[in-house]
């Protein structure tokens, strides 16, 4: 079986909402299916926090990868062999991955490689 191809993205920066919010970080493309493959952040909040990277806003977001623990102060990367690798597909209801923290204001760049 053949090897799918698959184009690499980038998201724009974004900061982390309020604690129990999320926020629109990647849309997905339609038609495609999204893998994560580095996430790089940058903790200069003023305290330490969990990322939480996952599908659906507010009361209805579902983490796709376990949470992130970041320090108040350092930055970060993780590449893709660094967390398990989780296929994430477009639909109409949950177009987009979404970040949640325990912090305001942590800025995250995600890299992504749609394919499908």
């Known amino acids: 079986m053949a090897e799918r191809i698959g184009i690499r993205k980038t998201s724009a920066v974004v900061a982390s909402p309020v604690t129990g919010a999320a926020i ?6 339609v ?8 996430i790089i952040w940058i903790n200069a909040c003023g305290g330490n926090s969990n990322l939480s990277l996952g599908q659906g806003l507010a009361a209805a977001f579902a983490a796709v990868l376990p949470a992130i623990v970041t320090l108040n102060g350092l930055d970060g990367q993780l590449n893709e062999w660094d967390f ?31 394919i499908g």
Not at 24 to 29: E, P
Not at 95 to 114: D, F, K, Q, R, Y
Request: a negative charge; aromatic letters at 4%; charged letters at 20%.
């Open 24 to 29: 629109a970080l990647y849309n997905i493309t």
């Open 31 to 38: 038609g495609r299916s999204a893998i994560i493959r580095r």
């Open 84 to 114: 398990p690798q989780v296929e994430i597909p477009y639909t109409a209801a949950l177009p987009a991955i979404t970040l949640e923290s325990t912090v305001a204001g942590i800025n995250v760049l995600l890299e992504v490689e749609e």
